[in-house]
């Protein structure tokens, strides 16, 4: 039997020993809750480390958070007025696109993304969240919310068909030999 390199590790991934993760422990837990990748894609994540122990935060998602929250005080703060509100929902609908589409070609294309890129796209995103809430209109809230969600899970199928797929010829392959 030859060793070939895994096909299912991605350049910018680590290849780990089986048992690095499969502690299941609270630390474990809170810090997939944080970063949301196992160990061998840390390097998705913004590393911040105190007294020797190291803590990782999604890159995009401290973006999106970040934005969110600066949106909200800037906007609550300066009295903003943002009229007319469909202008300010669909200029937030494309300019917070930039994320999905980032992360959508990562996920479902060879493309890789920096997380400089990760984190900008997500600050935008992020703040155009808060231009969203601060609007107050539920329908808007809504459409937004469901766009997220069906391109998730879109992205999510798509990869679980491919995964399946690449079982299928592997197993064909196997019998063959």
């Given at each position: ?10 350049p910018d991934e680590l290849k780990l020993d089986s048992d690095a993760f499969s502690g299941g422990g609270i630390l474990e837990t809170l810090s997939m809750l944080l ?50 509100d469909w202008f300010w929902f669909m200029i937030s609908l494309a300019v917070g696109f930039a994320t999905v589409v980032d992360w959508v070609s990562q996920r479902l ?69």
């Amino acid at each position: 039997m030859t060793t070939e390199p895994d096909s299912s590790i991605r350049p910018d991934e680590l290849k780990l020993d089986s048992d690095a993760f499969s502690g299941g422990g609270i630390l474990e837990t809170l810090s997939m809750l944080l970063s949301h990748h196992p160990p061998s894609q840390y390097g998705h994540c913004l590393r911040v480390s105190f007294r020797g122990h190291s803590v990782y935060f999604c890159g995009r998602c401290s973006g999106i958070y970040s934005g969110l929250g600066l949106g909200l005080i800037s906007l609550f703060i300066s009295n903003f007025v943002l009229e007319p509100d469909w202008f300010w929902f669909m200029i937030s609908l494309a300019v917070g696109f930039a994320t999905v589409v980032d992360w959508v070609s990562q996920r479902l294309t060879p493309r890789k993304t920096t997380n400089f890129v990760r984190a900008i796209t997500g600050f935008l995103s992020g703040f155009c969240l808060a231009i969203i809430f601060f609007l107050g209109n539920l329908w808007y809230m809504l459409v937004a919310l469901v766009i997220m969600g069906v391109t998730v899970g879109g992205v999510g199928f798509i990869e679980n068909r491919r995964i399946s797929r690449e079982r299928a010829i592997l197993e064909a392959e196997e019998i063959e030999s």
